[in-house]
């Protein structure tokens, strides 16, 4: 077997880089509403493929360049995932009760996204599409590299926030021990509502990331579940910048394993690193 061009797999390393961006961003939220909140919200990727159908009206119907939705996506789910946390805890749901819960809510979502944009396939033609500039050998996408450098921003302003504001601490001693947290005075239930509402609207960006760069199907859902839940697992629960490094580290190596041997063999990079992870690190899961 002939292993390809070294531009070639530099360029697969590189897309890798921009899927695994993706990736990374998807897991943020996730991991601090699994981490922090205890509770495991499937939700999180219907909202995602919510918010790039909503990016796919306001830019094609509207008229509005796809980041300048941002301005009404994240305000708008950050709502809707402080609706949603406050009816889980309104009920008082178990974290394996979430995780039930969370799955029909996308359900709900995905027949509402084919119920008002049908099962079609939908492309977002915006004035990023095309636009791409080469640096050296190397092809480089702007929307890909967009969305990388939000997902790397996003990262660090979340790790920020996480290690030097109060709200931070707050919320890493609530999930570690909420009695003793609340004994010094930590309001678990509205610092709950207000991650919530963030990981919501992370879900929003990412669902925007996704609308620039991919076809649009309600049926996608569940096909980024498996990937993200390995980059979540591998980075860490709760934590800002380990999906992110964990969604690179996965992103890259299936490239390269679809560009050496063959793309059937690219999600087992993913589930191998995710069984390797439950064997080794049980304690993480």
């Not at 239930?189 to 963030?198: P, R």
Request: contains cysteine; proline residues 4%.
């Amino acid at each position: 077997m002939m292993l390809p061009s070294a531009a070639l797999l530099a360029q697969a390393a590189l897309s890798g880089l921009f899927i695994g961006g993706l990736y990374g961003l998807l897991g943020l939220g996730l991991g601090l509403s699994w981490g922090l909140l205890h509770l495991i919200n499937l939700a999180h990727f219907a909202f995602a493929f919510l918010a790039a159908y909503v990016c796919y009206q306001l830019a094609t119907v509207g008229g509005i360049d796809p980041f300048a939705t941002l301005a009404i996506i994240v305000p708008t789910f950050f709502l809707l995932g402080v609706l949603v946390q406050w009816l889980l805890a309104r009920f008082r749901v178990s974290p394996l009760n979430s995780l039930l819960a969370t799955f029909g809510l996308t359900a709900i979502v995905e027949a509402a996204i084919q119920y008002f944009w049908t099962a079609d396939f939908r492309k977002l033609d915006s004035t990023y599409a095309q636009q791409k500039f080469r640096v050296g050998e190397l092809f480089v996408p702007v929307p890909e590299l967009l969305a990388l450098l939000l997902a790397i921003g996003l990262s660090f302003a979340i790790w920020a926030v996480m290690r030097h504001t109060d709200v931070g601490r707050a919320l890493r001693a609530a999930a570690e021990d909420g009695p003793i947290a609340a004994a010094f005075g930590v309001n678990h239930y509205a610092h709950s509502l207000l991650l919530a509402g963030v990981c919501a609207a992370l879900a929003g960006v990412a669902g925007v990331c996704l609308a620039l760069s991919f076809t649009l199907t309600p049926a996608q859902i569940y096909t980024w579940v498996g990937v993200v839940f390995a980059a979540v697992m591998l980075g860490g629960l709760g934590s800002a910048l380990g999906p992110l490094a964990a969604g690179l580290v996965i992103g890259v190596s299936e490239a390269l394993t679809m560009t050496v041997a063959s793309p059937s063999w690219a999600p087992l990079v993913s589930f191998t690193l995710l069984i390797a992870i439950l064997l080794l690190r049980p304690g993480k899961a």
